[in-house]
Structure formats: C-alpha cells, structure tokens
C-alpha cells in the first residue's frame, strides 16, 4: 500500500514540477496578445506532441493582469475548428467548436472573476449583454485555435482559419 500511496504521489506531482509544458514551449515564441500561427506538424517538428498534419494552428498568450482580452475568429473554410482557453498550466477550462459560430465568427472575452464584477456592474439591465463572457482561473494562459483539414489540398484553407484569430485587449 505504500507503494502504491508512493507511486500515485508521484504521478500527481508530475505536472507541477514539469518544465516544458504547453505554456512554457510556447511562451519563448512571442509577445501576449498577439496571434501566432504554428508551423505544420511533422516528423521533425514536434514543438506540440502528437501533432496532427492535417490540423493547423494557431494560439496567442495572454495576461489579465493588462485588463480583459477580447478573442475573435473566421471559421469558414476549413471542415472543423476549434478554440481552446487553457491556463497557465495548461489545462483547459473552456473550449468551443465552430458549431458555436454566429455567421462564421467566433466571440468571446476572456476575464478574471474580480474584473468580470466589474464589467457586469456597468451593463445594462434592460439591455442584457449577449457576449460570451469566460472567466479565467489564472491571470496568464493561452487560447488555441485548430482548424482541420479533410484533405491535404485544402491545408491552405485551414491556415487561413487558424490565422483569423485575434486577441485584443480591452
């Protein structure tokens, strides 16, 4: 039973010690808020484990500590795409698919709790807000966008997807 209480210990903690998560291997590659396309996948580059080649990406850091972050996306080309909100160690605590698309277009604000109080305390009751608000856990994190590709002549399409993100301060 030690043993085992030793193991599962050690298997918990793996992630809070680990030096090159997913934050960490895409930091060094620019500055917060601004998007940055990721080269396509292959045998050689491998900056994202298990990297699909027929998926093609793009993230943008992000620091609240700034104040709010709006992020906005095109998704009309490729088959599927995804927006994935993660946390500075890297786990996810929001995602959406391109099927939660208005005409196309993916919206959201990305927000801390003390600074989603603030916001809500200045809209309008009569007039509610139809924005995706999404509360943050932590002030620094990454949002991901993977648009995929039925086919390979149909790469460009997805890129162009992966590149409409955009992350803007408030």
């Known amino acids: 039973m030690m043993?085992?209480?030793?193991?599962?210990i050690a298997i918990l903690s793996v992630p809070i010690f680990a030096t090159r998560d997913a934050?960490?291997?895409?930091?060094?590659?620019g500055a917060a808020n601004i998007t940055i396309a990721l080269e396509r996948p292959s045998?050689?580059?491998?900056?994202?484990?298990?990297?699909?080649?027929?998926?093609?990406?793009?993230f943008c850091r992000f620091d609240l500590g700034k104040g709010p972050l709006r992020i906005t996306a095109h998704i009309e080309r490729s088959g599927f795409a995804s927006l994935s909100f993660h946390s500075k160690?890297?786990?996810?605590?929001?995602?959406?698919?391109?099927?939660a698309a208005l005409r196309g277009r993916l919206d959201a604000f990305v927000l801390?709790?003390?600074?989603?109080r603030v916001v809500a305390a200045k809209d309008n009751e009569d007039e509610p807000s139809q924005d995706l608000r999404i509360v943050?856990?932590?002030?620094?994190?990454?949002?991901?966008?993977?648009a995929f590709t039925e086919q390979p002549s149909l790469y460009a399409a997805a890129e162009e997807d992966a590149g409409s993100l955009v992350c803007a301060s408030l």
């Open 23 to 29: 934050f960490a291997r895409l930091a060094p590659l």
């Open 112 to 116: 801390t709790d003390k600074q989603l």
């Open 136 to 146: 943050s856990p932590t002030d620094e994190g990454f949002v991901l966008l993977r």
């Open 89 to 99: 160690t890297g786990s996810v605590f929001y995602a959406l698919t391109d099927k």
């Open 3 to 8: 043993g085992a209480l030793v193991h599962l």
């Open 43 to 58: 045998p050689t580059n491998r900056l994202i484990p298990y990297g699909d080649p027929a998926v093609a990406s793009a």
